[in-house]
């Protein structure tokens, strides 16, 4: 059998010859393709968009803080609060050769930030070292981050977040150099952080104020007190592995029971970024259990339909097969009917279902104009093709054997 021009007319008269069958038949594949591409897409976007929400913290990270006994031990009694020192966090820099950066940072809560006439309360202000920038990056939109030089001289300067920012200064204002002060302490701004994540470690980064930590302990007194021990770990290690000896060594340093489970509070942001990727790749899954069991069902539909259209052929068939049409020559015309039916109504409903999520990514945007990335891949477009063309052999196969069993003398006596 060629694949010529006739042969198409052919295959398409023969399709169109009942239109309203052939569309609902089609209709099937085109909504089975559709439906995977929008479920594929808008899971594509939905992680997209949570992780732009999760972006700059280090998925390697964990953080520490401290917590008040439950059980008494050597002397002290149950319910006693403690705090992380500086000298802990050099402790564990030094014994817990698994990490790699490990910063302390400290919080006063509920601050208002004045910069002329205009006041923004309740901010968080943080105490942070350079280091931490590793932990949680900070996009800067105007001037800098936290460096050694401002930690060792105690400088009074600070990064604004974004939310701060825009309540004290203009649109499109450069704040650096210009002054804000906090609880009547004078600070210079060198920088303003554009992080949108909504982690919240102590406080919103974009709530915040972010300034030394030998200032903030100085300022507010707080001596060596740390809030939040954070850290990242080395290549190849992983937070479960520190987690223990940091504990450890803190309730050997501070005189804590070490059965004590409630003492030394943790949270491991590795497992919880694993626990959001595992959650996505399930989520897949079920996308594509969900499209291709829609997708059976059309194709299903296809053959049955296909049967019907034998048999309303049989004369034409029998005609066929008495001029001299092989068996093999039946059977490609029965597939490429299919193939030409599932193809383009396949195509048809991967064109649409690309074409609604570019609508939903170009109006779905970050703050910052960025996408977030609503559609799917090529590999993913090409192999949704390659189903259809499987699908469209599967669904030939019962109709054309079918086709095949039926013999000239017999097919020419029935109308």
Same mark, same amino acid.
């Given at each position: 059998?060629?694949?010529?021009?006739?042969?198409?007319?052919?295959?398409?008269?023969?399709?169109?010859?009942?239109?309203?069958?052939?569309?609902?038949?089609?209709?099937?594949?085109?909504?089975?393709? @559709?439906?995977?591409?929008?479920?594929?897409?808008?899971?594509?976007?939905?992680?997209?968009?949570?992780?732009?929400?999760?972006?700059?913290?280090?998925?390697?990270? /964990?953080?520490?803080?401290?917590?008040?006994?439950?059980?008494?031990?050597? /002397?002290?009694?149950?319910?006693?609060?403690?705090?992380?020192?500086?000298?802990?966090?050099?402790?564990?820099?030094?014994?817990?050769?698994?990490?790699?950066?490990?910063?302390?940072?400290?919080?006063?809560?509920?601050?208002?930030?004045?910069?002329?006439?205009?006041?923004?309360?309740?901010?968080?202000?943080?105490?942070?070292?350079?280091?931490?920038?590793f932990i949680e990056h900070q996009p800067m939109k105007y001037g800098r981050f936290i460096n050694e030089v401002d930690l060792k001289e105690s400088r009074k300067v600070a990064?604004?977040?974004?939310?701060?920012?825009?309540?004290?200064?203009?649109?499109?204002?450069?704040?650096?150099?210009?002054?804000?002060?906090?609880?009547?302490?004078?600070?210079?701004?060198?920088?303003?952080?554009?992080?949108?994540?909504?982690?919240? %470690?102590?406080?919103?980064?974009?709530?915040?104020?972010?300034?030394?930590?030998?200032?903030?302990?100085?300022?507010?007194?707080?001596?060596?007190?740390?809030?939040?021990? #954070?850290?990242?770990?080395?290549?190849?290690?992983?937070?479960?592995?520190?987690?223990?000896?940091?504990?450890?060594?803190?309730?050997?340093?501070?005189?804590?029971?070490?059965?004590?489970?409630?003492?030394?509070?943790?949270?491991?942001?590795?497992?919880? @970024?694993?626990?959001?990727?595992?959650?996505?790749?399930?989520?897949? &899954?079920?996308?594509?259990?969900?499209?291709?069991?829609?997708?059976?069902?059309?194709? %299903?539909?296809?053959?049955?339909?296909?049967?019907?259209? &034998?048999?309303?052929?049989?004369?034409?068939?029998? &005609?066929?097969? #008495?001029?001299?049409?092989?068996?093999?020559?039946?059977?490609?015309?029965?597939?490429?009917?299919?193939?030409?039916?599932?193809?383009?109504?396949?195509?048809? /409903?991967?064109?649409?279902?690309? /074409?609604?999520?570019?609508?939903?990514?170009?109006?779905?945007?970050?703050?910052?104009?960025?996408?977030?990335?609503?559609?799917?891949?090529?590999?993913?477009?090409?192999? %949704?093709?390659?189903?259809?063309?499987l699908l469209g052999i599967f669904s030939a196969l019962a109709p054309a054997l079918r086709a095949m069993a039926i013999k000239p003398i017999e097919a020419m006596r029935e109308e």
């Amino acid at each position: 059998m060629r694949f010529d021009r006739d042969t198409l007319t052919e295959i398409l008269d023969t399709l169109t010859r009942n239109r309203s069958r052939s569309f609902l038949t089609a209709f099937g594949v085109f909504w089975g393709i @559709f439906m995977l591409v929008l479920l594929s897409g808008g899971g594509n976007g939905l992680k997209q968009m949570l992780f732009m929400q999760l972006d700059g913290f280090a998925t390697n990270s /964990g953080f520490v803080f401290s917590n008040s006994t439950s059980i008494p031990y050597k /002397g002290f009694r149950k319910g006693r609060y403690w705090n992380i020192e500086r000298k802990d966090v050099e402790a564990i820099r030094q014994n817990v050769k698994e990490i790699d950066v490990i910063a302390g940072t400290t919080t006063e809560w509920s601050r208002t930030i004045v910069y002329n006439d205009n006041k923004y309360n309740d901010c968080t202000l943080k105490g942070l070292e350079p280091d931490y920038n590793f932990i949680e990056h900070q996009p800067m939109k105007y001037g800098r981050f936290i460096n050694e030089v401002d930690l060792k001289e105690s400088r009074k300067v600070a990064v604004l977040g974004k939310i701060v920012y825009e309540a004290l200064f203009k649109k499109g204002e450069d704040p650096c150099g210009k002054y804000i002060s906090i609880d009547g302490i004078h600070y210079c701004v060198i920088g303003v952080s554009v992080s949108e994540s909504i982690i919240s %470690i102590n406080g919103n980064t974009s709530e915040s104020v972010m300034i030394p930590f030998s200032t903030l302990v100085k300022a507010y007194n707080k001596g060596d007190e740390v809030h939040v021990l #954070a850290y990242t770990m080395k290549e190849g290690h992983k937070v479960s592995e520190a987690e223990e000896k940091i504990s450890s060594m803190l309730k050997s340093i501070h005189l804590i029971h070490p059965d004590d489970k409630q003492a030394v509070a943790s949270l491991n942001a590795e497992a919880e @970024f694993s626990m959001i990727d595992n959650l996505f790749i399930g989520l897949n &899954i079920l996308v594509w259990i969900i499209g291709l069991g829609t997708l059976l069902a059309g194709a %299903i539909g296809v053959s049955n339909i296909m049967i019907v259209t &034998i048999k309303e052929r049989t004369s034409e068939i029998g &005609i066929r097969r #008495a001029i001299g049409a092989h068996s093999s020559d039946i059977l490609l015309q029965i597939i490429s009917e299919c193939l030409i039916l599932t193809i383009f109504a396949g195509l048809c /409903g991967l064109s649409f279902g690309v /074409g609604v999520l570019n609508i939903i990514d170009t109006f779905v945007t970050t703050d910052a104009g960025r996408h977030y990335g609503f559609g799917i891949m090529l590999s993913t477009g090409i192999g %949704i093709t390659v189903i259809l063309a499987l699908l469209g052999i599967f669904s030939a196969l019962a109709p054309a054997l079918r086709a095949m069993a039926i013999k000239p003398i017999e097919a020419m006596r029935e109308e």
